[in-house]
């Protein structure tokens, strides 16, 4: 089974910057499509961006180039680094394969945007 853990979530004030983390483990990561997720209070969880085994990356509109996913296959590492951050931008982050796969979402990391 797959086995996700975020990291690297925090308070920030509106207009910083973040860097999260996701440690994958139980698939082969190199070749799998991997994805950001977020949910807000209230909220359905929804992705926020992805990227392919070859690096092909996508953004929700929302991101509006504010965002860059990338991923370290040495490592089995995927990273968001989210600058400009709004307090729309609240949210618990997920990562998660965007194929099918088996297991359980991890526990996320918490964004607060604030001032």
């Known amino acids: 089974q797959v086995h996700l853990v975020e990291s690297g979530g925090g308070l920030v004030q509106p207009g910083g910057s973040l860097r999260l983390s996701c440690a994958v483990s139980g698939i082969a990561f190199a070749i799998n499509p991997m994805g950001w997720f977020r949910q807000a209070p209230g909220k359905q969880r929804e992705m926020v961006a992805s990227i392919s085994d070859g690096g092909t990356t996508n953004y929700a509109d929302f991101v509006e180039g504010r965002f860059t996913i990338s991923r370290d296959n040495a490592k089995n590492t995927l990273y968001l680094q989210m600058n400009t951050l709004k307090p729309e931008d609240t949210a618990v982050y997920y990562c998660?394969?965007?194929?099918?796969?088996?297991?359980?979402w991890g526990q996320g990391t918490q964004v607060t945007v604030s001032s």
């Open positions: 998660a394969p965007t194929g099918a796969w088996v297991g359980s």
